[in-house]
T-cell receptor, first 115, second 114 residues
Framework: AQSVTQPDIHITVSEGASLELRCNYSYGATPYLFWYVQSPGQGLQLLLKYFSGDTLVQGIKGFEAEFKRSQSSFNLRKPSVHWSDAAEYFCAVGAQRNQGGKLIFGQGTELSVKP | GAVVSQHPSWVICKSGTSVKIECRSLDFQATTMFWYRQFPKQSLMLMATSNEGSKATYEQGVEKDKFLINHASLTLSTLTVTSAHPEDSSFYIC??????????FGDGTRLSIL
């Protein structure tokens, strides 16, 4: 079955500390992977995506993610967290590069940032 | 670019009424749009795929007569919650798909049924 798992429901980090949000997927075909961020009461903003090529992808706001096929993972990282990064983060997998297809979302990880 | 506008952002209405939510792609055309439902502290649940000029494709368990979707133009899809009841209260989010780009999301509509 196709699925996305984000093992951490809630993470708290200190401002300035590094961050890693975990994402594991189960997908029968070549996965196209995404990280989205959602602020309270708002829609989703795309942080970054992986389609092919370099397995380390850079996104907006200083985020990066690494695709590891052997581990079926696509973890999101940021070297130094800012208070404005507090939000809900969703990992998603899709089947089509042009995204005419559906996305399967993980359960989300809520990030809190303490001063 | 690739802005998706969703309206209204918040609506409160009485039980039994119908509510229409609009999803517009402002600077691109979208043959495909998606409608999601999100409960508090939970992930997005895909309700249906909206296809311009044809019938929407509903996910299993979603009542198509309850949640009417119309995608009459390349920039507009609407979701109508018919005869809404308190259990329909939720956060509804749409997304649209620019050519060769990932889904772009609207800011969502918070629906409260009294």
């Amino acid at each position: 079955a196709q699925s996305v798992t984000q093992p951490d429901i809630h993470i708290t980090v200190s401002e300035g500390a590094s961050l890693e949000l975990r994402c594991n997927y189960s997908y029968g075909a070549t996965p196209y992977l995404f990280w989205y961020v959602q602020s309270p009461g708002q829609g989703l903003q795309l942080l970054l995506k992986y389609f092919s090529g370099d397995t380390l992808v850079q996104g907006i706001k200083g985020f990066e993610a690494e695709f590891k096929r052997s581990q079926s993972s696509f973890n999101l990282r940021k070297p130094s967290v800012h208070w404005s990064d507090a939000a809900e983060y969703f990992c998603a997998v899709g089947a089509q590069r042009n995204q005419g297809g559906k996305l399967i979302f993980g359960q989300g990880t809520e990030l809190s940032v303490k001063p | 670019g690739a802005v998706v506008s969703q309206h209204p952002s918040w609506v409160i209405c009485k039980s039994g009424t119908s509510v229409k939510i609009e999803c517009r792609s402002l600077d691109f055309q979208a043959t495909t749009m998606f409608w999601y439902r999100q409960f508090p502290k939970q992930s997005l649940m895909l309700m249906a795929t909206s296809n311009e000029g044809s019938k929407a494709t509903y996910e299993q368990g979603v009542e198509k007569d309850k949640f009417l979707i119309n995608h009459a133009s390349l920039t507009l899809s609407t979701l109508t919650v018919t005869s809404a009841h308190p259990e329909d209260s939720s956060f509804y989010i749409c997304s649209a798909v620019p050519i060769n780009q990932p889904q772009h999301f609207g800011d969502g509509t918070r629906l409260s049924i009294l």
